[in-house]
Nanobody, 126 residues
Framework: QVQLVESGGGLVQDGGSLRISCTAS????????MAWFRQAPGKEREYVAG????????YYGDSVKGRFSISRGNDKNTLYLQMNALKPEDTAVYLC???????????????????WGQGTQVTVSS
């Protein structure tokens, strides 16, 4: 079983930056796709950014392209999201996800991932 724990969320002003982290335990996640999703109150869970299973491809949601950057630790069990130029509409709970069978065409689909963290709250004030 894989456990994912997010950290680093908080309150930041409009235009500010924040880096959040996800640490995995239970098994090595080499060969797993990993991603960040977010969910705001009353809205559907939205894909933010992620890596393919091989790690060779990075994908970003349209709303964060050019502002957010995803990276992965050398041990493959840590995932980071550097968020710059934050906007109030980025306010959400950010969740880490991992999946061993995620194919490229399903990277942005929340149903493709097997394991989820509890999330970390990011709030951007205007």
């Amino acid at each position: 079983q894989v456990q994912l724990v997010e950290s680093g969320g908080g309150l930041v002003q409009d235009g500010g930056s924040l880096r959040i982290s996800c640490t995995a335990s239970g098994r090595t996640l080499s060969g797993y796709a990993m991603a960040w999703f977010r969910q705001a109150p009353g809205k559907e869970r939205e894909y933010v950014a992620g890596f393919s299973r091989t790690g060779g491809y990075q994908y970003y949601g349209d709303s964060v392209k050019g502002r957010f950057s995803i990276s992965r630790g050398n041990d493959k069990n840590t995932l980071y999201l550097q968020m710059n130029a934050l906007k109030p509409e980025d306010t959400a709970v950010y969740l880490c996800a991992a999946g061993a069978r995620v194919i490229t065409s399903s990277l942005r689909s929340r149903t493709a991932y097997d394991f989820w963290g509890q999330g970390t709250q990011v709030t951007v004030s205007s």
